[in-house]
């Protein structure tokens, strides 16, 4: 069994800057791990993703050049810059048995309970 938390959510300005930290434990060995998030009345929506190795990642454009995912062990980071309003929205962390990333949600295996992410303009 898989257990996946998220941390590091919070209520910053617009401009500012988050880190959000996703552990994983149980039977990682060789999974990808990804990140969604889901605004109110909305889908939930591709946000970044990482492989084992650290060596492959893809982002959602509306978050490219802004936000960086990076893995440290067990541990996968998502550090957001320039955050704007349209980035408020509960984040969630999410492990998929494979060595491929994918931005599909429904490839995923596992998932966290979500932090929020509000930002104020």
């Known amino acids: 069994q898989v257990q996946v938390a998220e941390s590091g959510g919070g209520l910053v300005q617009a401009g500012a800057s988050l880190r959000l930290s996703c552990t994983a434990s149980g039977d990682i060995f060789g999974t990808v791990t990804g990140w969604f998030r889901q605004a109110p009345g909305k889908d939930r929506e591709f946000v970044s993703t990482?492989?084992?190795?650290?060596?492959s990642t893809r982002y959602a454009d509306s978050v490219k050049g802004r936000f960086t995912i990076s893995r440290r062990k067990g541990t996968v980071d998502l550090q957001m810059n320039d955050l704007r309003s349209e980035d408020t929205a509960v984040y969630y962390c999410?492990?998929?048995?494979?060595?491929?990333?994918?931005?599909?949600?429904?490839?995923?295996?596992?998932w966290g309970q979500g932090t929020q992410v509000t930002v104020s303009s």
């Open positions: 999410a492990v998929r048995n494979s060595y491929f990333t994918s931005s599909s949600a429904e490839q995923y295996n596992y």
């Open positions: 990482i492989n084992w190795q650290g060596t």
